[in-house]
């Protein structure tokens, strides 16, 4: 794991935490050559290491974060142009470790729930945050119908609900009175609030167009539309979401 996350770092490093002016090489470049040292290293690990849940998981959200500047507010800003077919690849990439990563969690037995490191929630919030800015994305080329049929966030919000709302239940009704909300439930709550975010970004590109929902869809869209909602909805908001104590009261 502390190899994988060196990569990551030096990914950010020579890439994410530089300016346009001074970046030399392409971000697809450099995403290029680090994938291909990232598949050596994992193919460097024991067989037996290679079937580790938490260690795989660890694997797909580096392939998340390297990919990641695909999804930029301003990929220009890490070396892409419009149309740049080298982002289209990027995008897809993040696309299947981002579901790779969900559908090996959502086979774990809920007994995995009430142990969740902060490694494993902050690997888990990166890759919901993911395929909800991946199901938004307005580029040439990238099929949304295809993508929300792939990964479909509502799906992985409900399943991911219910999991953890039932583990909450669990704990929450062993729990002495008066007593705050468990984590699992307050991991839940958080994400009703994404998925209410998802739903109504949904409702509007499916209104139809009448005055009144022309209204509301434009007003919607000052709040959520295209690029400004993806930087909205980053990384950061969803830890902030899962570790806000309001939304476990």
């Known amino acids: 794991m502390a190899r994988l996350q060196t990569m990551a770092e030096s990914f950010y490093k020579n890439i994410l935490n530089k300016t346009q002016d001074s970046i030399k090489t392409p971000a697809w470049m450099y995403t290029r050559t680090m994938r291909t040292g990232l598949h050596s290293l994992w193919m460097s690990f024991s067989p037996q290491l290679r079937q580790n849940p938490l260690l795989i998981m660890n694997y797909h ?56 490191t902060s490694i494993d929630l902050a690997n888990l919030g990166q890759s919901m945050a993911t395929i909800f800015k991946l199901s938004m994305v307005d580029e040439p080329g990238w099929d949304l119908t295809y993508v929300r049929k792939t990964v479909n966030p509502r799906d992985y919000f409900d399943r991911m609900i219910n999991n953890f709302e039932h583990v909450g239940r669990i704990i929450d009704q062993s729990q002495p009175e008066p007593c705050r909300h468990s984590f699992p439930t307050g991991c839940a709550n958080a994400m009703k609030k994404i998925r209410g975010v998802y739903e109504a970004r949904m409702a509007a590109e499916t209104a139809q167009n009448t005055s009144q929902e022309q209204t509301n869809s434009l007003a919607l869209d000052g709040l959520l539309n295209g690029d400004q909602m993806i930087d909205w909805m980053d990384d950061a908001y969803w830890q902030d979401l899962l570790n806000d104590g309001n939304f476990m009261q």
């Open 61 to 116: 959200s580096t392939e998340i974060f390297l990919f990641e500047p695909a999804l930029q507010q301003s990929p220009i800003a890490v070396g892409f142009v419009k149309d740049e077919p080298h982002r289209l690849d990027m995008l897809h990439s993040c696309l299947t470790s981002s579901k790779a990563l969900l559908d090996l969690f959502l086979t774990q037995p809920l007994s995995v729930y009430y142990t969740l």
